[in-house]
């Protein structure tokens, strides 16, 4: 069954410092999205992304993030300047078409120190 | 504004309980609704979703249904397992694709 894998599983980062998350979401799907989960919280939305720009996106989502797909199969989420309140769990998802069930990775841990 | 409200945890029952997980929505529309697990450790999987009122999803012996009338999505199962334990999120798909999730309901079954 396909499914959307994410890389790393894990990634400890110096304040200030930027990261790339990678996501490789099911191959025939159009639709991609972050969320994000701080220990202990609610899963957020970040963002979504559709036909290579930017559908919409949260508050959260503010300059310091950005996301790209830069080829056929990967989607990354880049924060240019961590901060010790970005750490949390990533996780991708990705759909076939909008309104339908998102399929999410398993997530990246993000620990900002 | 449009949110997802589940009942607080954790919740603590025995082998072979019946379980029910409360879930009520605020929307304007119809929004597709859905259940998702987080076993420990693990990221989110589907657990089974309804798009219209009235549906009943279901999946490995987990039932919700649809309910306009109440806004309500409750899961239910008949008979928990130790592996059932792990965090359930109710949400909701807005007309904007975003899933809105709800805080989530930690499931502690002791055998």
């Known amino acids: 069954e396909p499914e959307v894998t994410q890389t790393p599983s894990h990634q400890v980062t110096q304040m200030g410092q930027e990261v790339i998350l990678r996501c490789v979401p099911i191959?025939?799907?159009?639709?991609f999205y972050w969320y994000r989960q701080i220990l202990g919280q609610k899963v957020e939305f970040l963002v979504s992304f559709y036909n290579n720009e930017i559908s919409e996106k949260s508050e959260i989502f503010d300059d310091q993030f950005s996301v790209e797909r830069p080829d056929g199969s990967n989607f990354t989420l880049k924060i240019r300047s961590t901060k010790l309140e970005d750490s949390a769990m990533y996780f991708c998802a990705s759909g076939g078409s909008v309104q339908e069930t998102q399929y999410f990775g398993p997530g990246t841990r993000l620990l900002v120190l | 504004g449009n949110s997802v409200t589940q009942m607080e945890g954790p919740v603590t029952l025995s082998e072979e309980a019946f379980l029910t997980i409360n879930c009520t929505y605020t929307?304007?529309?119809?929004?597709?609704l859905f259940w998702y697990v987080q076993y420990p450790g693990e990221g989110l999987q589907l657990l089974l979703k309804?798009?219209?009122?009235?549906d009943k999803g279901s999946n490995k012996g987990f039932e919700a249904t649809y309910r306009k009338e109440t806004t309500s999505f409750h899961l239910e199962k008949g008979s928990v397992q130790v592996s059932d334990s792990a965090v359930y999120f109710c949400a909701r798909v807005n007309r904007d694709d975003k899933i809105i999730f709800g805080k989530g309901t930690r499931l502690h079954i002791l055998p």
């Open positions: 309804a798009t219209k009122a009235d």
């Open positions: 929307a304007t529309g119809y929004p597709s």
């Open positions: 191959s025939n799907h159009l639709y």
